[in-house]
């Protein structure tokens, strides 16, 4: 069926940038509602960004003002343009569909299937 797959992520000095995108391939399904969330070790999944149309998009208080969701429709792409990272940003981060703020962040707390997502680690 649909396949996510994320792509971006490495090795950045604080303060640096990455851009990370997130193909969606397989069955024809609109990525109009997709959200990016990331996971540190030993803490749990939390929701970052999400974007439910090409002009609406939401950000966790933490990212907000560095980092930037955006997609491509004629791609099958959602990015997560990210500046000014931190030590704290270093994660694993994934991409999946989510229709509204709310429903983005129960799926971030709760098991299910995943992809392997994109490692981003921020260091010295």
């Known amino acids: 069926q649909v396949q996510l797959v994320e792509s971006g992520g490495g090795l950045v000095q604080p303060g640096g940038s990455l851009r990370l995108s997130c193909t969606v391939s397989?069955?024809?399904?609109?990525?109009?509602?997709m959200g990016w969330f990331r996971q540190a070790p030993g803490k749990r999944r939390e929701l970052v960004a999400a974007v439910t149309s090409g002009t609406s998009a939401n950000y966790a208080d933490y990212v907000q003002g560095r980092f930037t969701i955006s997609r491509d429709t004629a791609k099958n792409t959602v990015y997560l343009q990210m500046n000014s990272l931190k030590p704290e940003d270093t994660a694993v981060y994934y991409c999946?569909?989510?229709?509204?703020?709310?429903?983005?962040?129960?799926?971030?707390?709760?098991?299910?299937?995943w992809g392997q997502g994109t490692q981003v680690t921020v260091s010295s």
């Open positions: 397989g069955d024809i399904v609109a990525i109009n509602n």
């Open positions: 999946r569909r989510c229709h509204t703020w709310p429903v983005c962040t129960v799926i971030a707390n709760t098991a299910g299937s």
